[in-house]
């Protein structure tokens, strides 16, 4: 890595960097070409500025006269016209001119802000296009009071690197650099950002390394940004370990350094890992984890590195010294698949290898369920042992926009399932160790499906996402045809309606939410506690999950009835008063009344207890109670 990105006053040394007030320096990496110019314009006549060649095929140059504002594009070899591939700003999309950003123009105001601690992470994930009706940065802003009374501590930004069109998932993203013109540009996200901070929430930002999306992706006439030795599913490779990758890896390690410092990003979601190649020795992974972990350290304040992967790899959240990349916290797919199993019954697809509660035991126990055991579905052993690592190493969850938005219809729990499942769900991601994430519009039951949207405008790109999308759904043998990607429809059905949350069915789900994120952040040994000091038992039989958890002098006991009948269990409690703090089939839930007792005399022998259906029950240890706060 570069010595000088790990410097508190980093900055950005690709792209226009603006000097003064009207002088703009442009770098940008391009060894395939033997001449590049910048073509801007001044009162709607072009211009050209040729630009130097440096070392490792850099080109570098000043313009006079430019400011904020202006737009540019870069010239190879006196021939076609391009974006910048690190611009900052695309106005007009994706084949239109770049535009010079002066980051120094924003009024930040969160300078005393140091982000929230990881363990303390409750993290709600959003699309920006669909959370709101307006679909911007700002109309975000609005909502963040409400997210703070919900509880949660950090929002999740899913990719708002510029995509074709306006409507996206925001995983075709083709310009790094450039927050999405329809959703605000670089002012509304910092204005977002700022908002955040100030009402005490961390921002996380999904990004994409693996992978460009094919329309408007121009760097492979700059330099060899892209690799044919291995392939995606979603397209061509990035090139982090062959000829000229060090600066291709420069590029994106840059990209990691720019959204935490110059945007205030407080942690980054790598999106698909298993699509990052990298066979040598010092792993792009690894990089680009110690240069945001030195960058945060620098700018004294708390910044991560979280991973998506389908490997079950422990490798990527051990840390470096024990031959590890170090990153923080990965997503577990696991947990959410033997939850989904035993909540909706569905067994196909990748589901097939999950449905029996020592599933979920061991997601709750280990991390991994998958440690190095056969898979059904993928017809090969699968995974590694996650026991050794911290809980908090973990984000789990009972939906997000993978798990919706990738079903054929697009549809959350709440379409399908009655309020006992959901809470069940809900108790199940809240009160059970690892960190917790909501998808939008879960708290409170939102009925709208969560579909993939696309506004490409290459007729046979578009014919290629329609069939894709069909393919995508055979392993899982759906009834019906998926919504058209394309259509405007789409996404318009894609929308939630926030003030769905305010009556009935929708009010109780929420308010359950509350609680249990309230009962999380305020139980010490629910919002931090050690391996060693969580007992988890099933009965099988019953169908039913204990919990059993201890921090210092507090323990608490969960239990969670996933079958539908009645369940009567003989269970160990440890001596002492148990007091009953939550119970999902209260009314005031929208249960049918509670059937278990508000206190339990435990002598150090087994109790007899009757769990409804699809109920979450939270027992603590009444005689040494004392929450956080409270006297």
């Not at 935490?260 to 298993?274: F, G, P, Q, W």
């Not at 079903?407 to 108790?427: C, W």
């Not at 629910?526 to 958890?549: D, P, Y």
Request: aromatic fraction near 12%.
């Amino acid at each position: 890595m570069h010595g000088e990105h790990l410097l508190n006053t980093w900055k950005l040394d690709l792209g226009a960097s603006p000097i003064g007030k009207d002088r703009v320096h442009f770098k940008v990496w391009a060894p395939r070409a033997g001449q590049v110019s910048v073509k801007t314009w001044r009162d709607g006549l072009p211009r050209e500025v040729p630009l130097s060649r440096h070392d490792a095929g850099y080109y570098e140059g000043t313009a006079e006269q430019m400011t904020e504002g202006n737009r540019y594009v870069y010239l190879l070899d006196h021939g076609a016209e391009y974006p910048d591939p690190a611009s900052r700003f695309q106005p007009e999309g994706v084949h239109a001119p770049s535009q010079v950003v002066d980051p120094s123009l924003f009024q930040w105001e969160d300078q005393d802000w140091k982000g929230v601690e990881f363990r303390d992470f409750i993290i709600y994930e959003i699309h920006v296009g669909t959370f709101t009706k307006d679909g911007t940065f700002e109309s975000v802003v609005p909502s963040l009071p409400y997210l703070r009374e919900l509880g949660v501590t950090a929002l999740e930004l899913m990719p708002v690197a510029q995509f074709p069109g306006t409507r996206n998932w925001g995983y075709d993203g083709t310009y790094p650099y450039a927050p999405q013109h329809s959703y605000g540009g670089p002012q509304g996200l910092k204005a977002l950002i700022n908002a955040c901070h100030k009402e005490g929430l961390s921002v996380i930002l999904d990004v994409v390394y693996n992978h460009l999306g094919p329309e408007g992706n121009y760097l492979a006439n700059f330099g060899p940004y892209f690799t044919n030795r291995y392939r995606t599913p979603w397209g061509d490779a990035i090139n982090f370990d062959g000829p000229l990758s060090d600066e291709v890896r420069h590029f994106f390690i840059s990209n990691a350094l720019y959204w935490t410092t110059e945007y205030h990003v407080d942690a980054l979601r790598i999106d698909a890992i298993h699509g990052i190649f990298d066979f040598g020795a010092h792993h792009f992974l690894q990089e680009l984890g110690e240069a945001v972990h030195e960058q945060a350290e620098a700018l004294a304040r708390n910044i991560y590195v979280i991973a998506e992967s389908d490997l079950n790899d422990v490798r990527v959240i051990n840390p470096i010294e024990l031959g590890g990349y170090g990153l923080d916290a990965q997503w577990n797919d696991d947990f959410h698949h033997a939850l989904h199993t035993l909540v909706t019954g569905e067994r196909q697809g990748y589901y097939q290898d999950f449905g029996e509660l020592s599933h979920l035991e061991k997601a709750v126990k280990e991390g991994f369920v998958y440690s190095g055991q056969y898979s059904q579905y993928r017809m090969r052993r699968h995974g590694s042992s996650s026991k050794e690592r911290p809980v908090h190493q973990f984000i789990i969850f009972s939906q997000n926009h993978d798990q919706v938005g990738n079903r054929l219809m697009g549809d959350r729990l709440s379409a399908s399932e009655p309020i006992e499942k959901l809470k069940v769900a809900a108790a199940l991601v809240l009160l059970t160790p690892g960190i917790p994430l909501l998808f939008m519009g879960e708290e409170y039951g939102e009925p709208a499906p969560f579909l993939y949207f696309v506004s490409h405008s290459d007729p046979d790109l578009i014919e290629a996402v329609r069939r894709g999308r069909v393919e995508e759904f055979t392993a899982f043998r759906w009834q019906g045809d998926p919504a058209d990607p394309q259509a405007e429809s789409t996404f318009l059905r894609s929308k939630l309606d926030l003030e769905l949350r305010r009556n009935g069915k929708h009010r109780q789900l929420l308010e359950f939410y509350q609680e249990l994120i309230r009962l999380r952040r305020t139980i010490p040994c629910l919002s931090t506690c050690a391996r060693k000091e969580i007992e988890v038992r099933t009965f099988e039989k019953e169908g039913v999950l204990s919990v059993h958890r201890r921090q210092g002098s507090d323990e608490t006991l969960s239990l969670f009835n996933v079958c539908e009948g009645q369940a009567n269990i003989h269970l160990f409690f440890p001596e002492g008063e148990w007091e009953i703090l939550l119970d999902a089939n209260a009314p005031r839930w929208g249960g049918s009344g509670r059937v278990t007792p508000d206190v339990i005399t435990a002598s150090g022998q087994k109790t007899t207890l009757s769990v409804p259906g699809f109920s979450a029950i939270l027992y603590r240890l009444r005689e040494r109670q004392c929450l956080q706060g409270e006297s």
